[in-house]
């Protein structure tokens, strides 16, 4: 298994700002990703944190909303741009390590 | 396209004893994963087991089992000896064994254990 972080743990933001998450894993690892879980709903992938290239995004996840950087195989952050209310949700990272582990989250709240 | 299917929003079981969790996927491929995690109140979410495809036999952990029906497509977990810390939301969901390795999630089960 991994030992995975982010921060902050939850945070609570006005309207328009924006707030950058980190994940941090106490290994290196190839393939690390990003999820969003809107209140009461499943997970969904954002996108795929590629090591010294972009982000790879999903469908209706844009890099100018959710710019992702990789520095190096242990590290990666997510900044949720210009939010607004319906952003709100909890943001999860994850590594690939035979199987797939989860951080803790980032709970978010916009006002 | 993948698709996983969690066809109860909730359930109950008594203290002590066996629940099974239902899980159906479609997908094209014959190489993938499956995979349970418990996400309690806290959000976070706890992996709990994983089966590959090409497992012949059924994946456990502990007090889980993950009943593989392949000719089915279903995967579904059961859990032995209900605890009180068993309740929580249960997710399954698949990864195709391409190169993107992402999981697809199903909607979730809110398991609640009662004493």
């Known amino acids: 298994s991994a030992v995975i972080s982010q921060k902050p743990s939850r945070d609570i933001c006005q309207r328009g700002t924006s707030l950058t998450i980190q994940c941090q894993v106490d290994s290196q690892v190839t393939m690390m990703f990003w999820y969003r879980q809107q209140p009461g709903q499943s997970l969904t992938l954002i996108a795929t944190?590629?090591?010294?290239?972009?982000?790879?995004?999903e469908s209706g996840f844009v890099i100018d909303k959710f710019p992702i950087s990789r520095p190096n195989l242990t590290f990666s952050t997510l900044t949720v741009s210009n939010m607004s209310p319906e952003d709100s949700s909890i943001y999860l990272c994850s590594v690939e390590n035979n199987e797939q582990f989860f951080g803790p989250g980032t709970r978010l709240t916009v006002l | 396209a993948q698709k996983i299917t969690q066809t109860q929003p909730g359930m109950f079981v008594q203290e002590k004893e066996a629940v099974t969790l239902d899980c159906t996927y479609d997908?094209?491929?014959?190489?993938?994963?499956l995979f349970w995690y418990k996400q309690p109140s806290s959000g976070e979410m706890i992996f709990l087991i994983y089966?590959?495809?090409?497992?012949?036999q059924n994946a456990t952990e502990g007090r889980y089992s993950l009943n593989f029906q392949k000719a089915r497509k279903s995967a579904n977990l059961v859990i032995s000896a209900s605890q009180l810390g068993d309740s929580a939301m249960y997710f399954c969901a698949m990864r195709e064994m391409d190169s993107s390795y992402k999981l697809i999630f199903g909607s979730g089960t809110r398991l609640l254990v009662r004493p």
């Open positions: 089966q590959g495809s090409y497992d012949e």
């Open positions: 944190a590629n090591q010294g290239s972009e982000a790879t995004y």
């Open positions: 997908t094209s491929d014959q190489s993938y994963g």
